[in-house]
């Protein structure tokens, strides 16, 4: 088996981390993960698997009776830590006794190999492009169900039936309003200050309105899941409406989750306004896709600030915040302002992609990349078919879509993606059917969060559930002055 050094350039007091291998042992905190020896025999996929751990070895493993541990040498001290396996054959090697054991810690900025949580809400394999919620495909999902029900699926982990479907529709329908006192809040925030900041605010303001969110019951937590799930649309429009100086509408009971957007959105109180049916199944898809997406840096966050306790409302405010940014949900308004640099004439296509891949230039192929996903993202393959339906069906064309396929062309032959496995991810066609609707561009990431919503809440719901959950405190290797002693600022 491979070593792994856990300092490049000094050797650790301790050694190094020398080996992971097999061995049969019984395994301890195994009641959540199917033990390996009662695994069905697996249908592995070659590239699947990291090199480290090759599909043979899982194989051998999994067909195996005994269960099995992980043998770590740290210079003269060997242990052995348990081995998890989750149900789409996940390997993790549980370290939750490293430190008190050995007295190191793991070192994982990014945390790319940490599990941090288990969970049965979303199953993404990024080496095959895989995404599933709760078990259903993202391309079933996406052709056949529709965004409330999706919502359902990802807070209950199964498809509702009709009735439980019709409650919950009713639930997130009747309680889209706003507290009257919390318009002024948007009032005193500047016109031009992003919406992300504004909705950040406002869901976090949510919790001075219903004290009831931090009760920490079952019951209040779900009846703040119902509220935040339904008045995030709300709050979105609002923070659009504000930014143009329009009076703020009021939610309309007779029209679809989808449709109620677009028409506080879009309408006024001067005229009527019918939401067009492509825009509103076309926004329905974008919110289906933008569902779930396990344990990104938003979704993470949430799951963090709610691991100490805090309400839904300040968690998800927090998630807001974390989705903002531009390696994150804030690449879908990135992607169009690259694309309408390329058309006003600013670079070429190729021009900026030589650009993207010069570390030195401070430039990346926005949209493309991901932490994850190590082949085309199957939510920016159904995008990119969208567009064309979109655009057809509304009688548009589009030139930036004709240079999102450009440049995804030459990244698709350019040796530079294709050995970092660089592939178009969901940001990189949304920002085309956003602008499509007629949605601003600096709210584009608002309609990320509003479809995210369903993904916070039900990890956020999962992670206060699970007796596993311990506040979320990683440590550190600290690299900073050894002890000294203060000086007088006189004699310094
Ligand atoms: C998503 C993202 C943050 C993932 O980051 P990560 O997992 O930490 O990956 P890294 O930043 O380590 O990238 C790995 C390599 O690919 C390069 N790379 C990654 N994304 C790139 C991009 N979009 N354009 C150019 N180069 C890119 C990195 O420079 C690095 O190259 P190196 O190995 O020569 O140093 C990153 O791909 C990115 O910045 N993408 C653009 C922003 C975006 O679209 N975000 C939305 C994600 S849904």
């Not at 301890?28 to 592995?44: A, I, Y």
């Not at 007779?254 to 959105?265: G, R």
């Not at 049916?277 to 344990?295: F, K, N």
Request: with cysteine.
């Amino acid at each position: 088996m491979t070593g792994v050094s856990l300092m490049p350039d000094a050797a650790h007091p301790l050694g190094s981390l020398s080996a992971v291998e097999s061995q049969g042992l019984p395994i301890e905190g195994m009641h959540k993960f199917l033990p390996l020896n009662t695994m069905p025999s697996p249908t592995l996929r070659t590239e699947s698997k990291p090199a480290a751990l090759t599909p043979a070895a899982v194989v051998s493993m999994m067909n195996q009776t005994v269960p099995k541990t992980a043998k770590l040498t740290i210079g003269d001290l060997q242990i052995d830590l348990p081995m998890l396996i989750g149900t789409e054959n996940e390997i993790a090697i549980d370290i939750r006794q490293l430190r008190a054991k050995t007295g190191a810690i793991t070192y994982d900025p990014g945390l790319g190999n940490t599990g941090a949580c288990s969970s049965k809400i979303t199953f993404l394999d990024g080496e095959q492009g895989t995404l599933r919620y709760a078990g259903y495909s993202i391309e079933e999902i996406a052709q056949k169900s529709n965004f409330v029900e999706v919502m359902w699926l990802l807070l209950h982990q199964r498809l509702p039936l009709a009735a439980e479907l019709a409650q919950f529709s009713h639930d997130i329908t009747y309680h889209t309003m706003l507290h009257e006192n919390l318009k002024q809040l948007f009032s005193s925030l500047p016109k031009s200050g992003h919406p992300m900041a504004v909705c950040a605010a406002s869901v976090g303001a949510l919790s001075t309105f219903y004290q009831d969110s931090s009760s920490g019951s079952d019951e209040h937590n779900w009846i703040s899941a119902i509220r935040l799930l339904a008045k995030m649309p709300t709050i979105a429009a609002y923070s659009y409406k504000h930014s143009i100086g329009q009076p703020f509408m009021y939610p309309r009971n007779d029209l679809s989750y989808a449709a109620n957007i677009l028409y506080m959105l879009f309408g006024t109180p001067c005229e009527k306004y019918e939401p067009n049916p492509v825009m509103v199944r076309a926004l329905d898809l974008l919110l289906i896709l933008h569902a779930d997406h396990e344990q990104n840096c938003s979704t993470s966050t949430v799951r963090t600030v709610g691991s100490s306790g805090a309400n839904l409302f300040a968690s998800v405010s927090a998630g807001i915040s974390a989705l903002w940014g531009p390696l994150h949900g804030g690449a879908n308004q990135d992607v169009i302002e690259m694309l309408l640099s390329i058309r006003e004439g600013k670079r070429t296509a190729k021009e900026f992609m030589e650009l993207a891949k010069k570390k030195d230039s401070g430039m990346r192929l926005v949209g493309f990349g991901h932490r994850v996903y190590k082949n085309y993202d199957p939510r920016a393959q159904i995008l990119k078919k969208a567009c064309y339906e979109v655009l057809d069906q509304l009688g548009r064309k589009d030139s930036l879509l004709d240079i999102a396929i450009e440049l995804e062309q030459i990244a698709l032959n350019d040796s530079y993606f294709v050995e970092r496995k660089l592939y178009p991810n969901v940001d990189f066609y949304s920002g085309i059917i956003y602008k499509a609707l007629g949605i601003p561009v600096e709210m584009f990431t608002v309609f990320f969060a509003i479809g995210r919503m369903p993904g916070w809440v039900s990890q956020w719901l999962e992670c206060r559930k699970d007796p596993e959950t311990r506040i979320t405190r990683p440590r550190q290797m600290y690299t900073g002055a050894t002890v000294r002693s203060y000086t007088s600022v006189e004699k310094r």
